[in-house]
């Protein structure tokens, strides 16, 4: 039974935000309410003191040119303040079979939707250019970043349109992902990471090299992280379809030990890589994972 | 060994078990999980605690099929036997139970004997108890030494009976008694050598090849016995006579008793100077109608009590016979009353009337109808008298000229052949085929000088039996049965315009007998010999129970429908209750048991050298033949039965239990 709660986070719970009829009121609700919890202005990052003058180069927001400047000495720069450096947003979006679990009303996916769907609002707002990059075993959707009016709709859009998929391989998405993504920027990697921390090294590496700054979300189910069952359960495979039988006992041991060394793994993985790594549980309120970004952009 | 090893492909079924708790074991509903990749096929045995728990239960019904298999595959374990220097040997002690054992001293002698020869049953040796009388009965079966007890036991409670024994029967019998291969038979005969139970061919001493004969005699040297050899009433039927048989010597101090129907009617006391075997008379007047029963008995009871009485049925009755003639002044009635009441035994007593009087008034009473001629009862008169005969009763029909009036004889349902009577002047017919087992047709010779002029040509119904044929085959005398009653229909009048059987003493005889057989007067009262099978008419009766001279009931409805013969195992009088009325069955002890000269000793010794001679050829045979060492036969099955029994018990419990702690667990 759910417990009513005078808390603004309780509007961020994914079973609430399920009953929310678009992404883009997802993502409001939750990014709104985040900053109703945190008593700040949702106007975030929008900063007014000037860093910079920079050539205008194809791409940049045309509305940032200082006409001044061109009128002076005829060419075309734009302004830049302090806020916005390093703020292009990459959104690499697993969207595997695996992903498609659920144990609940919200499955990863949703939850990872929900997820993508805030950060992108969020970052729109702060007129930072957002991209989506959704992936299974291939490049599944792509959309470069842009901060134009009407990016935060097309990016909704093509999240709303994602469903699970096939396999994992995470390295050859990233590694097309590196292809688009010539320009550093902020890379923000939601995933439930089944695969060997290796290819998260082999495929996230490369990003870090060329500067990106890399967030990586853990999506995983309450089931998974938390297994309950009382007798031996058949499990099938969402992506290999492969059966095994379980005992519940090895559930409670060794399957908790071993998924906690693979997060923990990754973990360290991702400090290796000077990436973020935040462990998401697709029943938990959205707040720790927008505080997670929150905190992890204000350090970029 | 094996009794039955195909039912070990009973032992396939086991798989059965196993299918069942794997499937049930194995988890058919699959779960959707998102990765597989930190997991492991999980032992369950090691993990589960009430899978384990299933495993027994799995182990339990294995086990109870595997014993249920195995019982029904009847599994025997031969167990070695030590034989000793001769050889393993079943001793088959039989004891003599025939009622000259009852001689005085000789029983106790007997039992004596027997008891000693169980005590010396040692070894391998088994033993076994038979009583022989008029049958073989087994008391104990084939057991070691360690029975003896049992086997002591069986022989204090037995006893000699009052039936005999015939010694070729006691050969002939002596099979089948189960001994191991290997193991020899000895039989340990315990009897008084009575002579009148020798056989009347001395072969038929012989026991079966291989069996060691071993007599045991037990009989008294010296004897002397008196005994009542039978009870009868004289001709003039106002004396019984009671016949006495045995040694003059035993006739000191005896006195002679008469009883009928349980009352004294006469004693005398025996003088010792009479000549045996010696006949007297007790004058007990005309004895009433109805069936009497004599006993006659001997007292104080010498040696051997069970032959001091005989007992008897006497038979008084004057059966009523109903006349039926067109007119009681007539020829045919004439006549046929004269033959009716000529008769001595039964005494008719001959009622005259009409047809039309059949009709109206009840035939109950008569024990038969006869009918001057057949088509007197067209009409009203036949439904009476078939509504009488259909009830039990009888009728003896003869046809004339008023049956050729009609297409079929009334009553006996026989239609008149479409030839023409014979007319007169014609050749005289005659009788070519006679029944001779017939009752009622005892001299076939005069049948076939009597000449028939005229006669009616019927054709014999369905069913009947036709006893006297003419020539052409036509019938003349046939008998059928109507529901519960009988009918006799003789196709010619007695009218001497149609045949000369009037004038022939065979006409007297004829009807008086015909009647007297439909009337039943003829069956004899019945008499019995203890230990010799009486065809009882129980079944006939469709219900009722006889008892014995004790009062116990010794037969059911039930036996008497499967097989209604009765073997009296005492002498005295039986009764038969059933349909409705009491009978009784005078039962006597067989008098060649009451002879007690014994067999000559070069009679026994004979006996005994033929048997070891056959009992030497059959050991040669069988040394030259290989033959396995004796066995003893365990029967391992039962065992299995019992197993399977403790199993089928704790099965629902421990998968009661199962079920129990799932739907805890379920809850």
Known sequence: MQTRTNSPFALLRPEVLAGLSTLELVARQAVEGFFQGMHKSPRFGFSQEFAEYKAYSEGDDPRFVDWNVFARTDRTYIRRYLGETNTRLMIALDVSASMGYSSGKVSKLQYAKYVAASLAYMALHQHDPVGLIAFDSKVRSYRPPSSRTGSLGAILHSLDGLTAGSRTDLTESLRQLREHCQRRGLVVVIS??????????????????????????????????????????????????????????????????????????????????????????????????????FMFRKRA | MWIAPLALLGLLGLAIPLWLHRFARKTDTKHAFASLMFLEPSDVRRNRRHELRYWLLLLLRLLLLAAVVLAFAGPQWRLPVKAGAAGAALHVIVVDTSLSMQYAGVWDRARAEATALVGKVRGADRMMLVAADHRLRVLKQASFAGEAGAFRAALGDLTPGESRLDYGMLASGATGWGAGPGERIVVHLITDLQASASPLRFADLQLPPGVQLDIVDVGATAVQNLRVAGVSMSERGNEALVRIEGDAAALAGRTLVLEVNGAERGRRTLSPRATLPDVQRFEIGELGQGEHRLAARLTPADDLPADDGAYALVRRVQPKVLLVAASAAGDDATYLRAALQALAEPRFDVEVSTAGALATRSLSEFAAVVVSDAGLLAGAPEQGLRKYVEAGGAALLTLGPRTLQQRAVPLAGAQLATGRARAAGEAAARVAEVEQSHPVLREPGAWRSIRFFRHVPVIAPDGAQVLLRFEGDAPLLFEQSLAKGRLLTFASPLDRAWNDLAIHPLFVRFIAESTAYLAGARAAPATATVGTAFESDLARRGAGQVFDPRGRRTMMLDAATSGPRLVPEMAGYYEVRGGGRSDFIAVNVDPRESRLERMGEPAVKRWQALQAERAAAATAAASAAPSGAPERI??????????????????????????????????
């Open chain 1, 192 to 293: 439930d990471l089944y695969c060997e921390p290796e290819a998260i090294t082999r495929a996230v590496q490369p990003l870090a090299w060329r500067g990106h700054d890399i967030m990586i979300f853990q999506i995983m189910d309450r089931a998974e992280l938390d297994p309950s069952w009382d007798e031996s359960v058949l499990f099938e495979d969402v992506e290999s379809g492969q059966t095994l039988e379980v005992s519940p006992d090895y559930l409670r041991t060794t399957y908790k030990e071993r998924l906690q060394a693979h997060i923990e793994h990754m973990n360290k993985v991702a400090g290796r890589l000077g990436a973020d790594h935040l462990l998401l549980a697709s029943d938990e309120p959205l707040d720790r994972a927008l505080r997670g970004y």
């Open chain 2, 634 to 667: 365990i029967p391992v099955w039962f065992w299995f039965l019992l197993a399977a029994a403790a199993l089928a018990f704790l099965e629902p419990l421990v998968a009661n239990y199962h079920l129990h702690v799932q739907r805890e667990r379920r809850a």
